[in-house]
């Protein structure tokens, strides 16, 4: 349970670290 519970958390994080990438990405592509 505790192991399930530690990868939800790691799958969400990694998800928004993404979202952020991408938002970044496309700031950069605007201003070029």
Do not use: G, P
Not at 1 to 27: A, N, S, V
Request: charged fraction near 25%.
């Amino acid at each position: 349970m505790k192991y399930y519970t530690l990868m939800k958390m790691i799958i969400i994080e990694d998800i928004l670290r993404t979202k952020y990438f991408i938002q970044r990405l496309i700031f950069f592509i605007k201003i070029i």
